[in-house]
């Protein structure tokens, strides 16, 4: 499958590398062709590995992953375009996490509102499903690091896209389907996003983000 | 102990009964001292229960539970009054969740600030611990209905306080220590207060209150 990772930081990266594990074609996307940082990965990861610009990794993607840093996840898919975002899935993992007033962050869109809507809002014609951003990067693509049973969970409006990314989780990332759990549509991107400021907290205190919640049922 | 539970309802009941099992005085405290439904449950649960003014409540406490509603508790411990509340410790279990506006509730406060804070700064020679509001009051009291290992967060800007409300989780409330996780001063109930939007869409996904959430370390 040809998949577009928007975004060139440690999150993209580490999920780029995992699709390349698994015989897909990725290209990072970035506001530039010639990103320095992305164009190093690309060159150092074989011929599926490429960079390109937003608009250009996503034109001829299949499916698209968003991991762009969350403050600026909408002007980068402004940017990919609408037009090249159409009728494709689209797996949100960004969180509007604002560092500009320094530590703990705060979130740039909160409470009454969420990242994953604002996208969906701006992008009607996507099939946006928020998932994965509850987590760190190394867990997301590798569960198995954290021991035990522990969860994803998956916020969209469209049926058919969650059992697409649900089947990625599955298949593609090693997660077990009785540990994803489907919040609903995609206002419940509220709950995933507002859950970081206290995994920040969680950071801070285990000094690892090898960790990951699990909803414990009675 | 004389204990006063600020609050008249379910969470304020079901601490109350807690507290009353274990041979301590409680005294629900409201709005006004015939409080119907307050005065009902102290005039059902014997001797050792009363109901009284935030005020009276809180006079001769030796220790203060924060039950009320998130939106009103700044209201209620004023009506306390900080002369009341002067040198005590303070658990304070509230959520701002506000439901003016329909479901999914939106926080009262949230983001750059938390009520816990809120409370703190209201009244600074109190010793606010927020603790226990990342669950449903059935298992504040009785963590053994959710199976398993699962947490219990304390913030808060007192280390003796801390210690106190950690006594009172294990020896009262049946907690294990090794599951109580110190996130630090009381900045850190953003963290907290802010889960309650994934607890509220769990809540509506699960159709239970009888979960719990446990941070899975590697």
């Known amino acids: ?18 699709l390349l594990s698994l015989g897909h074609h990725v290209t990072l996307g970035s506001r530039t062709a010639d ?23 996503t ?56 990242l994953g809507e604002a996208i969906q809002r701006a992008f009607p014609d996507t099939l946006v499903v928020k ?7 190394p867990v997301m693509v590798d569960p198995s690091r954290v021991p035990g049973d522990h969860n994803v969970f998956v916020s969209g409006n469209d049926a058919g896209a969650k059992t697409q990314v649900t089947q990625i989780l599955t298949e593609w990332f090693g997660w077990k389907k009785n540990l994803i759990i ?7 991107a509220r709950g995933t996003e507002q859950w970081l400021p206290l995994w920040v907290r969680l950071y801070g205190t285990l000094g690892t983000g090898d ?8």
Chains 1, 2 share one sequence.
Not at 4 to 17: C, D, F, N, R, S
Not at 39 to 53: E, F, I, N
Not at 99 to 112: D, H
Not at 131 to 137: D, G, H, K, Q, V
């Open 182 to 188: 489907d919040l609903g549509d995609i206002t419940t």
């Open 211 to 218: 960790f990951n919640l699990h909803v414990v049922r009675a």
């Open 59 to 114: 034109r001829d993607a299949d499916l698209v992953f968003n991991c762009t840093a969350g403050v600026g996840s909408l002007e980068a898919l402004q940017a990919a375009g609408a037009d090249n975002l159409r009728g494709k899935v689209l797996l949100d993992i960004s969180n509007p996490l604002d560092f500009s007033q320094g530590f703990p962050p705060s979130l740039s869109i909160a409470n009454t509102d969420s």
């Open 131 to 137: 998932t994965l951003n509850t987590m760190a990067c």
């Open 1 to 18: 499958m040809r998949i577009a990772v928007l975004g060139t930081g440690t999150v993209g990266q580490t999920i780029g590398e995992k």
């Open 35 to 57: 990103h320095e940082k992305g164009k190093a990965w690309a060159d150092a990861h074989g011929d599926h590995a490429a960079l390109a610009t937003f608009q250009d990794a």
